[in-house]
């Protein structure tokens, strides 16, 4: 399953790069990308694993960003 979610308050081009390195190491990540520009992240996982794996992207992009919010609907 591959979902594109909205960051709110990323600051920096070189924080989405940390987030995204970070992201890649969680175990079950098929694929994403942190695009500071648009906003957007996208995440791609396993479908039985997916919401397991977002979580952990959540908790690794409020590490390096603590003020950044990624908008799940």
């Known amino acids: 399953m591959r979902k594109t979610?909205?960051?709110?308050?990323?600051?920096?081009?070189?924080?989405?790069r940390?987030?995204?390195?970070?992201?890649?190491?969680?175990?079950?990540?098929?694929?994403?990308?942190?695009?500071?520009?648009?906003?957007?992240?996208?995440l791609e996982a396993d479908d039985q694993i997916f919401d397991e794996v977002l979580s952990k992207a959540v908790k690794a992009v409020k590490k390096v960003e603590p003020d950044c919010s990624v908008i799940v609907k």
Request: aromatic content about 8%; charged content about 25%.
């Open 18 to 42: 940390k987030m995204q390195e970070a992201i890649a190491k969680i175990d079950g990540v098929t694929y994403v990308s942190v695009n500071y520009m648009a906003q957007k992240m996208v």
């Open 5 to 16: 979610f909205e960051l709110e308050d990323l600051d920096c081009a070189n924080c989405a």
